[in-house]
């Protein structure tokens, strides 16, 4: 159970188009969902948390109107990197947790590459 | 907020050795704390965690242990394989459920 799938897995585009990436989950209703980036051997950064049918939260220095987050239902939220540039290319993970619980389950992640 | 510190960076074992990977956190407010073990290229994967109101936890081949009063917690893992060769990040809960990561161990087992 709580598994977390997310699409596309990797995604490559041209710089200034916008990406839309899809975090669901799969055999639990999500409250909560949160986005990561990650660069290449550093750590998981919380860009935003996702609360359905509310708006998104962002952490400090996250541009929100570059980072949309919808939170449409209680298994899916979305990610839109607007405006796509190079050094946003990066792995874009997702995690959703259950109602009342702290455990994050995590999505298999996206790469993104931005020409 | 909460601010996560891990060490050390990375750790080579022999295979058949134990691994110990130590954390501190900030907030005296946190309660939870999870152990992920991410695999190149996959996703975070959760190994164990503890909640504040225990000291040690163990699962199989890995224990947790929490010091509240000095604020830190270590993961050990015993009888080390070669499959157990990733990078293992431990975090801490903040306001709102969210998580704060450590920079994360790059453990290495040499067979």
């Known amino acids: 159970g709580a598994v977390v799938s997310q699409h596309p897995s990797w995604v490559i585009c041209k710089s200034g188009t916008s990406v839309k990436i899809e975090c669901r989950s799969l055999d639990f209703q999500a409250t909560t969902m949160f986005w990561y ?10 860009m935003a948390t996702s609360n359905e049918g509310s708006k998104a939260t962002y952490e400090q220095g996250v541009e929100k109107d570059k980072f949309l987050i919808n939170h449409a239902s209680l298994t899916l939220s979305t990610l839109t990197v607007t405006s796509a540039h190079p050094e946003d290319s990066s792995f874009y993970i997702c995690s959703a947790r259950l109602a009342g619980a702290e455990t994050q389950y995590f999505g298999p992640g996206t790469r993104l590459l931005v020409l | 907020g909460e601010n996560v510190e891990q060490h050390p960076s990375t750790l080579s074992v022999q295979e058949g050795d134990s691994a110990v990977i130590k954390c501190t956190y900030s907030d005296s407010a946190s309660n939870y704390f999870p152990w992920y073990k991410q695999e190149l290229g996959k996703r975070p994967q959760l190994i164990i965690d503890i909640r504040s109101n225990v000291g040690e936890k163990k699962d199989q081949r890995i224990a947790v242990t929490l010091n509240k009063t000095a604020k830190h917690f270590s993961l050990h893992i015993t009888e080390t394989q070669p499959e157990d060769s990733a990078v293992y990040f431990c975090a801490a809960n903040e306001n709102d459920y969210k998580l704060s990561f450590g ?3 790059t453990v290495t087992v040499r067979a």
Not at chain 1, 37 to 46: E, I, N, T
């Open chain 1, 37 to 46: 980036r990650q660069f290449p051997k550093q750590s998981l950064m919380l």
């Open chain 2, 103 to 105: 920079a994360g161990t």
